[in-house]
């Protein structure tokens, strides 16, 4: 029986899976300039296949995207809410991973909790993916990638910085730096650092990850400065967080100490004020529009990976 494809986090794949994902994911966004958005890919990866979509966080950008990137494939999707399955009435995850496993063909869960994507996983008999949890947001990623080599070429070689909370978001790029051989420079308070675990396993992997207090001394001589928002859901020490993050502003006078024609990226939703200025995300070099049109393209080619259609 051929292994089950889970997509759940970026350190489980090796760098040349990740560049085949990259890869595709540009050619069938090149492929479809001029087509309207309803219209099918030429190969139809996904003909005949269904997605579950399991959401437990709001979501606008994972949800449209799945859904938008299903349908260009060839496929369906089915949309729920945990709280609207037995999942909210504390069915076991992993009795919906066996009846889901039976009725599509793969399933995405926005989760609360890594821990539930992983157990979701060891049930299923499809392909599942991380369209977020507290430990990562590989999908994101994979579509900021395309969005900065879309700029500025292959990212291998290059430095990253992100500024900011260490938060789910920002290990997905720890995970990704050695298997795509980026170098990538982080500044967050001490006490919303990156996670230990990924950084020691990024060090094993000789990964170039950088932590530092200072975001002036990420950023410098940088090719993309990114962040996110301070304050993600769940978390409960809002007041905490900004009085701890406050200097991690990106603002005018922190782009310019990156590289001249460095970009910007942020994953969205942005409190803008807080982690951004106006003049940063609404300026030449923000990205955040292709970036987040960019999860479509991005999640098309994961799921053809899943499916077996590519690498």
């Given at each position: 029986m051929t292994q089950v494809r889970h997509f759940l986090d970026l350190w489980r794949l090796d760098?040349?899976?990740?560049?085949?994902?990259?890869d595709d994911a540009r050619a069938r966004k090149k492929a479809r300039l001029g087509w309207p958005k309803g219209k099918p890919d030429a190969d139809r990866p996904a003909d005949g296949r269904t997605l579950a979509m399991i959401f437990e966080k709001h979501s606008?950008?994972?949800?449209?995207?799945?859904?938008?990137?299903?349908?260009?494939?060839g496929g369906d999707v089915i949309i729920s809410n945990a709280s609207e399955m037995q999942l909210g009435r504390g069915e076991p995850i992993e009795?919906?991973?066996?009846?889901?496993?039976?009725m599509v063909d793969a399933i995405m869960i926005r989760a609360n909790y890594h821990e539930d994507v992983e157990r979701?996983?060891?049930?299923?008999?499809?392909?599942?993916?991380?369209?977020?949890?507290?430990?990562?947001?590989?999908?994101?990623?994979?579509?900021d990638l395309l969005t900065f080599e879309e700029h500025f070429g292959?990212?291998?070689g290059k430095t990253l910085a992100w500024v900011?909370?260490?938060?789910?978001?920002?290990?997905?790029?720890?995970?990704?730096?050695?298997?795509?051989?980026?170098?990538?420079?982080i500044a967050s308070p001490a006490i919303y650092h990156p996670d230990l675990v990924d950084l020691a396993r990024a060090q094993e992997q000789q990964g170039r990850v950088m932590t530092t207090h200072d975001p002036r001394e990420a950023v410098r001589g940088a090719?993309?400065?990114?962040?996110?928002?301070?304050?993600?859901?769940?978390?409960?020490?809002?007041?905490?967080?900004?009085?701890?993050?406050?200097?991690?502003?990106v603002d005018e006078k922190l782009m310019a100490l990156a590289n001249p024609n460095a970009g910007f990226l942020h994953c969205l939703?942005?409190?803008?004020?807080?982690?951004?200025?106006?003049?940063?995300?609404?300026g030449p070099r923000s990205l955040i529009w292709d970036e987040a049109e960019n999860r479509i393209h991005a999640q098309k080619s994961i799921l053809a990976w899943c499916f077996g259609a590519i690498g």
């Open positions: 760098g040349a899976e990740l560049r085949v994902i990259l606008t950008r994972t949800r449209f995207s799945f859904d938008a990137a299903m349908r260009q494939l009795d919906t991973a066996r009846v889901l496993s039976r979701l996983a060891l049930a299923s008999t499809v392909p599942v993916i991380n369209g977020l949890s507290d430990k990562g947001h590989p999908c994101q990623i994979l579509a292959k990212v291998e900011g909370d260490g938060n789910n978001v920002c290990a997905s790029f720890i995970h990704a730096a050695p298997k795509l051989g980026f170098r990538l420079n090719d993309c400065v990114i962040t996110d928002t301070w304050v993600s859901m769940g978390d409960t020490d809002h007041d905490e967080r900004l009085e701890a993050l406050e200097p991690y502003q939703p942005a409190h803008r004020g807080e982690e951004v200025t106006d003049e940063v995300i609404d």
